[in-house]
């Protein structure tokens, strides 16, 4: 119940950090207009814009030799060309959603090439270790060079940059000389670790500081110059930064890493100037390479379908389509929260100048509200692509179409469109991966996606609130509509949203009441023994023993047989019955262990199946072999047998039978 409890209060914790987050940008911004930061994006030089973009592209191109050391530290190295696709797409989408998303994309590719769970686990804790080398040692070095100025409001009297500096110094330095000395495994719980070699270990260390002066980088050139910010000063605010959005565990440390930056140089740079570069650092280092990564996962899924481009689709590999749907389902979050924030911004009055004489203001009005219900409802939606839910397809597949309609009928909003538009190509050849056929309604919604949504909605809030805090609320507001009455219009949307969130929850907190299964009553037993009859599996007799538990199927012609042993659910191989109503009773059993928070297991599962249980997240574990001995000429006599013999009599002994 702890444990349990502790997971559901770490994203509530985190929201409670972005609201804070938010409220001290909205403390910095008191004196600054929305206009002001849409003035800093337009007057950024190309020059700098593109040299932003040449150095994202070096960062993520170094990020790949993360795993490139990572896999020759376990002894299993591959080829460049899978590393580089596979880094690429876990570094874009983890850069926005976090390190979560990154282990769960390395585990579905690295298992698909043969790399055991132990190896992955031991991939991922190598990269991770050898990022946070690379910030202890640019921020040890930075903090002892040229330390840069705290802010007298978070002084510490007793540390300052330079003594922090040292201490990752000296971390790093401890290290180093660990790697050198010790030469044995170290056991962590039930793996061991071998200790990277010194060279290992240096390797690491330098493609990490790269990657963060690169990262850095990006920052740097889209910020103003100024006399007295020089770029060790900047990096070091930016490791800073990184750091604490990281410990944060916030997506992307999103609103924690602005704070922190703006907080540091707001005495030196017009604070709006700052949040403008920030937004186009997020654009052009988070935002376009997961873009670009969900743009080519669309185009393997339609080039798997032309026989002209076999050879193409080969280079991606047969791994892309395990992690389609879960890079559909952050997708389309994105899409929806880009209708939301949409709402909440004012359009561009030129293009409002354009329309007006060809779309009537009711239908702007009508476009600008359904716009942003439609941007919930994808908010919403994505959980039911993470689950893998049919419906929740075409649901999604027109929402995007509406949210094209809506982007051009309220404003030619045509960036906007052009990126639902992107959402929507690589979603439409995608249908297959959707085939669960039940309700969104009735599926778990857990504590991290509810943070997720609530993230955003804040975050929408926030930006309507500070892009109309010149006008004074009054009621007339609500009835106002005209051409430039965009304060109303985000009024009404966001009220909007949040009764549609209400209802939403209101329905899911009505459902009825989940019931620990039991074993099955004797009436039950015939329908049993009926799918056993027609199943052509023979472990399917073991059903017949009575002491198992049983999770029908819907229409209750398949079922799983499992047993309870502690906190672990097992069940015994794959559901009986139908072959059609497979997959759904594997997830309807997983939701019915995360209910009691129980652990998952699936028990000699067969190869047919293998694609959902890699969907459900679980991990695959080799236990034993499988024999197939010929019974006629079979016998336990000759010196060959001796082995057998002794092994059938000892356990004759100790009562076994067979």
Known sequence: MRNKLLRNLTPLFGVFLFAVALWMLHYELKEYHYRDVLQHLKTLPSMCILLALLLTSLSYIVTTGYDFLALRYVNHPLGYGKIAIAGFIGYAFSNNIGFTMLAAIRYRLYSSWGLSPVDIIKTVAFCGLSFWLGIFTVGGVLFVIDPFEIPSG???????????????????????????????????????????????????????????????????????????????????????????????????????????????????????AILGSLLAFRGIYYLLPMCLAAAILGLHEFLQRKETFKLIARIFGQWVSEIVPTILCFATFVGGATLLFSGSVPAEKIRMLWVKDIIPLPIMEISHFFGSLAGMLLLILSWGLQRRLNAAYPLTTALLIAGIVFSLLKGFDYEEAIILAIMLGALLPSRRHFYRKTSLINEPFTSGWIAAIVFVMLCSVWVGFFTYKHIEYSNELWWHFSLAGDAPRSLRATVGVVVMVLCFAVFKLLRPAFIKPSIPPMADSGTIRSIVNSSKDTYANIALLGDKSFLFSEHRDAFIMYAINGRSWVAFRDPVGSENEMPELIWKFREMCDRHDGWTVFYEINRRNLHVYIDLGLTLLKLGEEARVSLPGFSLEGVVRKGLRYTRNRLEKEGCFF
């Open 154 to 272: 978070i002084r510490f009297h007793s540390v300052s940059l330079t003594y922090l500096g040292i201490s990752f110094l000296v971390f790093i330095a401890g290290y180093l000389l660990f790697s050198a000395l010790k030469k044995k495994p170290m056991k962590i719980f039930r793996w061991e670790f071998s200790i990277p070699s010194v060279k290992f270990s240096l390797s690491s260390v330098t493609i990490a500081c790269l990657d963060v002066i690169l990262n850095g980088s990006v920052l740097y050139v889209l910020l103003p110059s100024h006399e007295t910010l020089s770029f060790p000063k900047i990096l070091g605010i930016f490791v800073v930064a990184q750091s604490a959005g990281l410990v944060s565990h916030i997506p992307g440390g999103l609103g924690i890493f602005e704070t922190i930056v703006i907080f540091f140089l707001s005495p030196f740079l017009p604070v709006s």
